[in-house]
């Protein structure tokens, strides 16, 4: 098999490519490293992979057969799409009708990374797929939740017209190995504060819920909806939901901090909940979590460490 993986120098991008080459594909990722990092596929370059350096909102011209297009670019922190709007629209819209033409064009199966975003701040809980979204398209976050959402349109509109074999997941919070340090969402953030003793900030009063998925739980779930036969989106993220404050605490407590909470004002638009419920990808595609939260954590942690004491500029950890 040969896939194509938009966005595959990325924090999820580079999980999904490296777990497709341990499947036997050869794989042809392709970033342009606007929040990518070469890092995060070093490992790889003596295995049945080419890297393309390349903005998807272009033209993608790749020789030779492919089988699977999987769509995985895109600015995906608040801190990212919050600095760099029209890149978001852009990779969203131009960027999915680039990648869906190249499926289109060598008869490809597409996978298109959507998000738990598409709900916006929810009224449902938990989040069903059938459910529509309660998103502000003129808030600061409108830029990422329209543009995935306009990429799920785009994607339908392929599927139904030119009868492409697409799939669609929408992936609830991720944490896990290759986050960026200072990447913005909550688990970095308060890790990278944790391990050096600073204030852990939290945005709001910390009652408003998440559900953290960890990396390898999710890129199974994503395998499983490439291999199967919907073509409906499907939720793939933990139901175990948990407040942000609950999850602050649990990480100055395993890294042994001395960090205390702070507070902030919450964000514009910030969801209050966020669950995912699950019984699609149970029942379609026999998926459900296996790490549990505090195992993920720690997995993450010793990640983290490893990057703060190796970068010169990083802060020197307590002894």
């Given at each position: 098999?040969?896939?194509?993986?938009?966005?595959?120098?990325?924090?999820?991008?580079?999980?999904?490519?490296?777990?497709?080459?341990?499947?036997?594909?050869?794989?042809?990722?392709?970033?342009?490293?606007?929040?990518?990092?070469?890092?995060?596929?070093?490992?790889?370059?003596?295995?049945?992979?080419?890297?393309?350096?390349?903005?998807?909102?272009?033209?993608?011209?790749?020789?030779?057969?492919?089988?699977?297009?999987?769509?995985?670019?895109?600015?995906?922190?608040?801190?990212d799409y919050l600095?760099?709007?029209?890149?978001?629209?852009?990779?969203?819209?131009?960027?999915?009708?680039?990648?869906?033409?190249?499926?289109?064009?060598?008869?490809?199966?597409?996978?298109?990374?959507?998000?738990?975003?598409?709900?916006?701040?929810?009224?449902?809980?938990p989040q069903k797929?059938?459910?529509?979204?309660?998103?502000?398209?003129?808030?600061?976050?409108?830029?990422?939740?329209?543009?995935?959402?306009?990429?799920?349109?785009?994607?339908?509109?392929?599927?139904?017209?030119?009868?492409?074999?697409?799939?669609?997941?929408?992936?609830?919070?991720?944490?896990?190995?290759?986050?960026?340090?200072?990447?913005?969402?909550?688990?970095?953030?308060?890790?990278?504060?944790?391990?050096?003793?600073?204030?852990?900030?939290?945005?709001?009063?910390?009652?408003?819920?998440?559900?953290?998925?960890?990396?390898?739980?999710?890129?199974?779930?994503?395998?499983?909806?490439?291999?199967?036969?919907?073509?409906?989106?499907?939720?793939?993220?933990?139901?175990?939901?948990?407040?942000?404050?609950?999850?602050?605490?649990?990480?100055?407590?395993?890294?042994?901090?001395?960090?205390?909470?702070?507070?902030?004002?919450?964000?514009?638009?910030?969801?209050?909940?966020?669950?995912?419920?699950?019984?699609?990808?149970?029942?379609?595609?026999?998926?459900?979590?296996?790490?549990?939260?505090?195992?993920?954590?720690?997995?993450?942690?010793?990640?983290?460490k490893a990057k703060?004491?190796?970068?010169?500029?990083?802060?020197?950890?307590?002894?």
């Amino acid at each position: 098999m040969r896939t194509v993986v938009t966005g595959a120098a990325g924090f999820i991008g580079s999980h999904l490519t490296e777990a497709l080459l341990d499947r036997g594909h050869s794989v042809i990722g392709v970033d342009n490293l606007l929040t990518g990092d070469l890092a995060n596929i070093a490992h790889l370059r003596n295995r049945d992979f080419e890297f393309i350096r390349h903005d998807v909102t272009r033209h993608i011209d790749i020789e030779g057969p492919v089988d699977f297009v999987l769509h995985w670019a895109s600015p995906a922190s608040p801190i990212d799409y919050l600095e760099l709007p029209i890149q978001t629209l852009k990779v969203g819209s131009l960027g999915t009708h680039n990648a869906l033409g190249l499926a289109m064009h060598k008869r490809a199966r597409f996978v298109l990374a959507s998000t738990s975003e598409v709900y916006g701040d929810p009224l449902e809980h938990p989040q069903k797929e059938t459910y529509w979204g309660n998103v502000n398209p003129l808030g600061p976050r409108g830029v990422y939740d329209e543009a995935k959402r306009f990429a799920e349109a785009m994607t339908l509109a392929y599927h139904r017209t030119h009868g492409i074999d697409t799939k669609i997941v929408r992936i609830f919070n991720t944490y896990g190995p290759r986050m960026r340090l200072h990447d913005g969402r909550a688990v970095p953030a308060f890790m990278s504060q944790a391990l050096t003793d600073e204030d852990v900030t939290i945005f709001g009063d910390g009652t408003q819920t998440r559900s953290f998925t960890f990396v390898s739980d999710l890129v199974d779930g994503i395998l499983r909806l490439m291999d199967s036969d919907t073509n409906d989106p499907v939720n793939v993220g933990n139901p175990h939901e948990v407040t942000i404050e609950q999850i602050a605490r649990t990480i100055i407590k395993l890294v042994g901090s001395r960090s205390t909470l702070v507070y902030r004002p919450l964000p514009v638009d910030d969801p209050k909940q966020r669950q995912p419920d699950i019984t699609r990808a149970r029942t379609i595609l026999g998926w459900e979590p296996k790490v549990g939260l505090e195992e993920g954590l720690l997995k993450t942690v010793a990640y983290f460490k490893a990057k703060l004491e190796g970068r010169p500029e990083g802060r020197p950890l307590r002894p």
